[in-house]
């Protein structure tokens, strides 16, 4: 379980910024676990803002939505860099899905950071293939703080953290994951890819 770093301390003298990733497979709660930090601070009435790419646009427009229907109201946006500019003076700073973004997602996180904001990185890992998913591992070494999470195996039931397709596309984005996808185990995972 993640416990938040002291920012109470700093919080009054000096503002100081760090970034936090919450990474892991599809099924794992990454998104219920964003939501649940950015609820925290906002019941802090500390300043939030929550953005995510224009690409996802698997349920509504407007929010950062899990799959436990737990949303909070998040902009879309079409490049990374529209975030610095979009989040203002806000204190803590969510995305989700960054996974989507292009590599200048790592400078935007860094200038928010460097700016005293606290921002918060939700993604997925790795693609289907079990490949690291950039700009992923760049974020994770920038990161001061990062949680990965896991799913639950479907075929076997231990701790998953691979994304598997079931459907044959070739494209690296496939969304509608429920039907498409499956989350499993490294064993079950690569005993399905040797079909
Ligand atoms: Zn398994």
Same mark, same amino acid.
């Given at each position: 379980m993640f416990i938040e770093p002291t920012f109470g301390k700093s919080r009054q003298s000096e503002k100081?910024?760090?970034i936090e990733v919450i990474c892991g497979s599809m099924f794992s709660g990454k998104t219920e676990e964003l939501i649940r930090r950015l609820n925290r601070a906002l019941i802090a009435k500390q300043k939030v803002e929550i953005f995510k790419p224009a690409v996802d646009? @698997?349920?509504?427009? #407007?929010?950062?939505?899990?799959?436990?229907?737990?949303?909070? @109201?998040?902009?879309?946006?079409?490049?990374a860099d529209d975030i610095i500019l #979009?989040?203002?003076?806000?204190?803590?700073?969510?995305i989700d899905e960054v996974q989507f973004f292009d590599d200048r997602i790592v400078n935007v996180a860094n200038v928010l950071a460097n700016s005293g904001k606290r921002v918060i990185l939700a993604g997925l890992d790795m693609d289907f293939e079990g490949n690291p998913f950039d700009p992923m591992p760049q974020l994770l070494?920038?990161?001061?703080?990062?949680?990965?999470?896991?799913?639950?195996?479907?075929?076997?039931?231990? #701790?998953?953290?691979?994304?598997? @397709?079931l459907v044959e596309v070739k494209n690296k984005v496939v969304l509608g994951e429920k039907e498409s996808y499956e989350a499993r185990c490294r064993k079950c995972f690569f005993e399905g890819k040797g079909r």
């Open positions: 100081k910024g760090h646009k @698997r349920y509504h427009e #407007l929010d950062v939505v899990s799959h436990n229907e737990n949303a909070i @109201r998040s902009t879309p946006v079409q490049f #979009l989040a203002g003076n806000c204190e803590v700073v969510g070494a920038i990161a001061e703080y990062v949680t990965k999470v896991h799913a639950i195996c479907m075929k076997c039931g231990d #701790l998953a953290s691979y994304s598997y @397709r």
